[in-house]
């Protein structure tokens, strides 16, 4: 058994088998549309022959068989760049969203994901640790990123990492975070009573504060990170506060940082 977490890369340019641990998030470049075929310790197989990125869920063993290879690249995400307070991962939601995944799946190896690849692989390459806070940042984001994409394609498949009123109310926050959204704006969005709204969101372990905390959070992080000369005052206004106390209370809870340091450590 080969354990990714003994290297987190490994580069592959010839046809072979591989036995895997996989502990953390990975990533597979297939970008020349070679043949792979996947197994999964439930023996479920997957099977990929066209430019794509694979996105395998953690705490698995897979048996990978590659035919007739140009050129193959495996990522183990570092758990550091999950656990790190500066990190867009940092807060449990962002995986709990792609929790009911599929433990395999697959996103187009568009030219903007294939760079925002590269862009990782050549982080974690690195023979040390990755300990700066602008490494840990700029990793989660492009993380992020990728995982978007995860999420999107989800859409198109009908599969949904998250319950489907959930999902619906997520999306309409994202479309509009500088919106000041309620419990009864969300529910006449989605032609619902409030009592009905509050009682899907339940089934599905979901309350509305939830998704609006971690939309507008997620949105709050992104400005920072996209502009670092913005006040903080006009990212509480994009996001949707009326207050800008209130929002340094509520990213500093969410994310155990206030927002001028998180800004700060961007610097």
């Known amino acids: 058994m080969y354990n990714l977490g003994d290297s987190d890369i490994v580069e592959m340019e010839k046809s072979t088998s591989y036995n895997l641990k996989v502990d953390t998030m990975t990533f ?74 599929s433990k395999i799946h697959a996103i187009p190896a568009t030219m903007e994901s294939i760079n925002q690849f590269h862009s990782l692989f050549d982080k974690m390459k690195r023979t040390d640790e990755v300990v700066c806070d602008i ?81 507008r959070m997620s949105h709050a992080k992104k400005l920072l990170l996209s502009n670092r000369d913005i006040k903080i005052a006009t990212v509480a206004e994009m996001c949707g506060f009326n207050h800008v106390s209130y929002f340094v209370s509520c990213f500093k809870k969410y994310f155990g940082l206030s927002p001028l340091v998180y800004k700060k450590s961007l610097c």
């Not at 297939?30 to 990125?53: A, Q, R, T, W």
């Not at 309409?172 to 009573?193: F, T, V």
């Open 28 to 101: 597979i470049l297939n970008k020349d549309g070679n043949e792979i075929n996947i197994i999964l310790d439930n023996d479920e197989s997957f099977h990929s022959k066209k430019n794509e990125i694979l996105v395998i869920l953690p705490s698995q063993r897979i048996t990978l068989n590659c035919k007739d290879i140009k050129e193959i690249k495996i990522m183990e995400i570092r758990k550091r760049c999950f656990e790190h307070p500066c990190s867009l991962l940092s807060n449990k939601d962002y995986l709990r969203y792609i929790s009911g995944l």
């Open 135 to 215: 490494d840990i940042i700029e990793c989660s984001n492009i993380l992020v990123s990728l995982l978007i994409e995860v999420f999107k394609s989800c859409k198109k498949t009908q599969q949904s990492p998250i319950g489907v009123i959930s999902r619906k109310v997520l999306e309409k926050i994202i479309e509009c975070p500088y919106e000041r959204w309620s419990l009864s704006m969300m529910a006449k969005e989605l032609y619902m009573s409030e009592s009905t709204l509050k009682r899907k969101l339940k089934s599905e372990d979901q309350t509305f504060t939830e998704l609006y905390n971690f939309a």
